[in-house]
């Protein structure tokens, strides 16, 4: 049983992933209208797995008795000026989306929830995993600079990622069969 504390944090919380989803989408189509496809897709997958992460605390505050509410999300910018200033904002969002999961976890401690604190590990684990991985993307757009070609070579990298990601989820697939 939650508390009402602790269900309105879970509720602000899928307010944030449905932002971040929307926000990843609208990446996703202004990189596709760059001829960015590997990064477009890249952006698509990720606006899927926030949406995911949103999902998986609806039904978590409904498997606990609490009234999961559907968020209204505020308007997503539309366009951004370069690929990099896209990924640094990709990666404020998410430093964001760890420091009010870190609050989350500090709340279940304080309300000795630890079913909720328990639930809460996988998302500490994918934050850390998600900030790590927009680090590497932003070193290798610094790498490559602002020369004519970044673009292009910018979006062989994403590529890269993602023909890496789709490994590491078929690897997984594998090893739950
Ligand atoms: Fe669900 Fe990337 O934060």
């Given amino acids: ?3 009402k504390k602790m269900e309105a944090a879970l509720n602000k919380q899928i307010e944030l992933e449905a932002y971040a989803s929307f926000l990843y989408l609208s990446m996703a189509s202004w ?6 496809n590997g990064s477009a897709q890249f952006m698509h997958r990720q606006s899927v797995e926030e949406r995911d992460h949103m999902l998986r605390i609806f039904h978590y505050i409904s498997d606990v008795d609490g009234h999961p509410l559907t968020p209204s999300v505020k308007q997503v910018p539309l366009k951004f000026t370069s690929p990099q200033e896209l990924f640094e904002m990709v990666y404020e ?3 964001k989306v760890t420091a ?3 609050k989350i976890v500090d709340l279940s401690y304080k309300e000795n929830d630890y079913a909720t604190l328990n639930f809460l590990q996988w998302y500490v684990a994918e934050q850390m995993e998600e900030e790590a991985l927009m680090r590497t993307i932003l070193d290798r757009i610094k790498l ?5 070609q970044s673009l292009y070579y910018i979006d062989k990298e994403m590529e890269k990622i993602n023909q890496a990601e789709a490994s590491a ?3 997984e697939a594998d090893a739950e069969a």
């Fill in 100 to 102: 009010s999961i870190n």
């Fill in 144 to 148: 490559i600079g602002n020369g004519p």
């Fill in 1 to 3: 049983m939650l508390t």
């Fill in 93 to 95: 969002h998410e430093k």
């Fill in 169 to 171: 989820a078929a690897a």
């Fill in 31 to 36: 990189l596709d209208i760059q001829g960015m």
